[in-house]
């Protein structure tokens, strides 16, 4: 499977919430510009380890991690790592789409505000650029001084995956990102993940069987917080080797 | 009668009881209104607002009294504002929860409670005697800061709390702090209801004479403060006073001056009414 150098790795880890524990002995690496789908019932811990690789369960009280995340080699976890940086590494969008109620633009370039950048030039550069990049410029220039709200719910998903764009990760999280979409938005965003991963190292939780199969490389199945299997997405719904797989794929239970 | 028949007799008899109720605190409230305005709107004009205190009823003005009521406001919210805001984002936005925060919580809801003279009382021990502000302004704003702080705390933790937790993810996933959450996000977002809170926090500490009498405020001041840490009067304990006279035209300057002090909290009122609208047409989650 080393086609691709590997991006993210994660080595024995353990999760937990208060005496909960979430995540079991989990041990992954994610390969480089490809999509890599987290699929598993309700409650099996894919999001939660999604949202450990940029680190956004630090603010849930009672919650910690055993085990190491390496991003390039480096434990995201090590004291040295300010989360902020990270989060400039590692980008995220939600299930359901969470503008600001803001302007589009303001949506846009709030990650390079937050960084200090003032130069409005170069804001409305960067943001035409990530707008471009999700296909909805064309759609939106003429109002980029209007709500964000205003927009619909799969301009608004777009709108949020432009805006983690905008500062120039190298990872893209992507928790469940179509599930509050019509079937003709969630194409639109299959499609730009496609596109995305020449340029970007993707991972997707999805509950979705049929999206995963569409747009990832490779599958990790996760059953009650632990990993049960992991490789080539096609390897993995053709001729998956654990039974639990097998069945969760075939939809005998989940 | 069948059952049904005394069912509905029954909702019909509740109905009337529930009219009666509600009109109760109506009627009494409009007689009081009609019987103020009836007494004093007459006596309104512009001496009677621009007028120094007098011994002689016709002479007697309020000018001292709405000017030290300005003053008290606009010193109150100065001190109140920031203290409150920045108590309630820290308890909903910072604190762990845990149980000294859970302490802390119950306790300020308890403090929202306590009668206002025990307030004056803290106020006079504190500001007046131990920091020497004696009965001046400041003494009374940071009093009725005191009193109104856990209504600014706990309006500003519910504001917060309303802004939905998606978008401070939003915030925090594009590598911004928790301050910079704070400040870009969630304040924004919550600024209509936090300033409704405070509005009509400010409405409360515009009519309250006990706590400022306990500190030592006077009824007659002969002049219009200049600095905060001038004697001061408020138009409620002018109004105390003039009531506590024998002489009917007292009376009718009070009423005059109770019409102006209603008119101060109706406007702060609307004030917090319209913002609130406001907020709620423009963000919609």
Redesign the interface.
């Known amino acids: 499977m080393a086609k691709n150098n590997i991006k993210l790795e994660a080595k024995n880890l353990n999760a937990y919430y208060g005496d909960f524990k979430a995540l079991k002995d989990i041990t992954i690496s994610m390969e480089e510009k490809a999509v890599t789908a987290f699929i598993g019932p309700s409650g099996c811990g894919k999001s939660t380890f999604l949202r450990t690789l940029n680190r956004m369960n630090d603010y849930i009280d009672g919650f910690r991690t055993e085990g190491d995340i390496l991003l390039d080699g480096k434990d995201i976890y090590d004291k040295n790592i300010r989360v902020d940086e990270l989060r400039k590494e590692v980008g995220m969008v939600f299930q359901k789409p969470n503008p600001f109620p803001k302007t589009i633009f303001e949506n846009v370039v709030y990650g390079l505000k937050i960084q200090g950048i003032k130069n409005k030039a170069h804001l409305e550069e960067a943001a035409e650029k990530s707008l471009r990049q999700t296909a909805l410029w064309e759609e939106v220039k003429d109002k980029m001084h209007k709500s964000a709200l205003a927009l619909s719910g799969g301009q608004q998903q777009r709108l949020c995956i432009a805006r983690a764009l905008a500062i120039s990760p190298s990872v893209i999280l992507m928790d469940e990102p179509t599930s509050a979409l019509d079937p003709i938005s969630t194409a639109k965003i299959e499609e730009l993940i496609y596109e995305l991963k020449n340029d970007y190292t993707i991972v997707i939780v999805t509950h979705n069987m049929q999206q995963a199969g569409r747009v990832s490389d490779n599958t990790a199945f996760f059953y009650m917080g632990e990993l049960i299997e992991f490789g080539k997405t096609k390897t993995i719904f053709t001729s998956p080797s654990n039974d639990r797989t097998q069945n969760y794929i075939t939809g005998r239970f989940g | 009668m069948t059952n049904s028949d005394k069912n509905r007799l029954k909702d019909k008899a509740f109905q009337v009881f529930g009219i009666f109720c509600t009109l109760i605190g109506l009627v009494v409230l409009a007689v009081f209104l009609i019987d103020i305005l009836i007494k004093g709107l007459g006596r309104i004009d512009w001496e009677f607002l621009t007028s120094l205190p007098s011994r002689r009823a016709a002479r007697a003005g309020i000018l001292t009294a709405w000017a030290g009521t300005l003053w008290i406001l606009v010193l109150t919210t100065i001190i109140a504002f920031p203290l409150g805001v920045s108590a309630g984002v820290y308890l909903e936005e910072y604190a762990?929860?845990n149980r000294l925060s859970n302490f802390l919580e119950i306790n300020i809801s308890n403090l929202a409670g306590v009668p206002s003279i025990i307030y004056g009382l803290l106020g006079m021990e504190i500001f007046v005697r131990q920091m020497g502000l004696g009965g001046s302004l400041l003494s009374g704003a940071l009093t009725l800061s005191l009193l109104i702080l856990p209504i600014i705390i706990v309006t500003t933790r519910e504001a917060i709390k309303a802004v939905?937790g998606?978008?401070r993810?939003?915030?925090?996933?594009?590598?911004?702090?928790k301050w910079?959450t704070v400040w870009?996000?969630v304040l924004?977002?919550s600024f209509g209801g936090i300033l409704t809170g405070i509005i009509l926090a400010l409405s409360r500490a515009v009519g309250e004479a006990a706590p400022l009498i306990v500190i030592g405020a006077l009824a007659y001041v002969p002049f219009i403060p200049s600095s905060p840490l001038d004697e001061f009067t408020v138009l409620p304990i002018q109004i105390f006073n003039w009531t506590s006279r024998p002489q009917e035209a007292f009376l009718i300057n009070a009423a005059a001056a109770i019409i102006m002090l209603l008119f101060i909290t109706f406007l702060l009122n609307g004030i917090a009414v319209y913002l609130r609208n406001k907020q709620q047409k423009?963000?919609?989650?």
């Not at chain 2, 993810?169 to 702090?177: F, K, M, P, T, W």
């Not at chain 2, 423009?282 to 989650?285: A, G, M, S």
């Open positions: 762990r929860k939905p998606s978008i993810d939003g915030s925090y996933a594009l590598g911004a702090s910079q870009n996000q924004p977002a423009k963000i919609k989650w």
